[in-house]
């Protein structure tokens, strides 16, 4: 299971999609994370992530 997001910036969201993942018995050997951003302060630290941005960085997305 690959969980995607556009950032990681709390980290927060991802923690709890991957908890319930693993609450609904999925082995957390097989659950991947990926964004195309982080900051240092993310409670996760993606498995693939394109860029690490300070935590003072606001990030305009398109799609916002």
């Known amino acids: 299971v690959l969980i995607i997001d556009d950032i990681t910036d709390s980290g927060e969201s991802m923690k709890v999609c991957k ?3 693993e ?4 082995h957390e050997a097989l659950i991947r994370t990926c964004a195309m951003f982080t900051k ?3 409670v ?3 498995d693939y992530v394109f860029d690490t941005v300070a935590d003072s960085v606001w990030c305009v997305f398109p799609w916002e």
């Not at 609450?23 to 999925?26: F, S």
């Open 40 to 42: 240092p302060r993310s």
């Open 23 to 26: 609450d609904e018995g999925i």
């Open 19 to 21: 908890q319930l993942l």
């Open 44 to 46: 996760v630290t993606p």
